[in-house]
């Protein structure tokens, strides 16, 4: 993808270089879940890692009337996402700022109704046993969650703006699932787990209690 500049995402073209994940098939199980939530709805959605834009903007394309802020904290994802933003049409209604969520969530107008995220979750030991496609070309600050690889996981949880009653929706790895939920269960409700075409966890849902 990377010596074409390009990878197909939920139907659509995405731009993709040095600076942005790959988007993955398994990512769409993410995207595909939330239109079922929000199709015909007027969602304000906020994005955690932005990358190639690939969620948020599959989003603003499928769900005609929602609302989108992404961030990301590399500028040059951002550069590509709006590049992408622009190409599928969604421009209007997908905004990018540049922001480090460990840092802490950015000044919000308004309470989002879901905030939505495919944060870094692989292990910091474990970045370093991927395939080499992988680890020497996609970006590691994509990659690395941490020593246990639920550093995003916490940070995001505990500190969001969401409203009461309000969708949190997260990609997960395939051994996590026991893990993040055990993290959201005493702020969030009606927690979901959904696997993959091949039976692993891969996303994860809550509503704010």
């Known amino acids: 993808s990377y010596i074409v500049g390009h990878r197909e995402f939920m139907s659509l073209d995405f ?119 992988v680890k020497n070309f996609e970006p590691l600050s994509a990659l690395d969650g941490g020593r246990d690889g639920l550093d995003f996981y916490r940070s995001i949880i505990k500190e969001n703006p969401l409203r009461k009653g309000g969708l949190l929706a997260f990609e997960i790895g395939y051994n996590q699932g026991k893990s993040v939920s055990g993290l959201m269960e005493n702020d969030y409700t009606d927690i979901r787990i959904i696997k993959d075409l091949g039976g692993n966890d891969r996303v994860i849902t809550g509503i704010k209690k």
């Not at 995220?117 to 970045?127: L, M």
Request: proline share 6%; net charge negative.
């Open 15 to 133: 731009k993709v270089n040095s600076s942005t994940l790959i988007p993955r098939a398994d990512t769409e199980i993410l995207v595909e879940e939330l239109i079922k939530i929000y199709e015909g709805k007027k969602p304000f959605i906020f994005e955690i890692g932005t990358g190639s834009g690939c969620i948020p903007v599959s989003l603003a394309y499928y769900i005609k009337d929602a609302h989108i802020m992404s961030c990301d904290i590399s500028e040059k994802a951002i550069e590509t996402a709006k590049e992408n933003a622009k190409n599928n049409g969604v421009a209007d209604r997908v905004s990018f700022i540049e922001h480090d969520i460990l840092s802490g969530f950015p000044a919000l107008e308004e309470a989002p109704d879901c905030i939505v995220s495919n944060p870094p979750y692989i292990e910091s030991d474990v970045t370093q046993t991927l395939d080499e496609n």
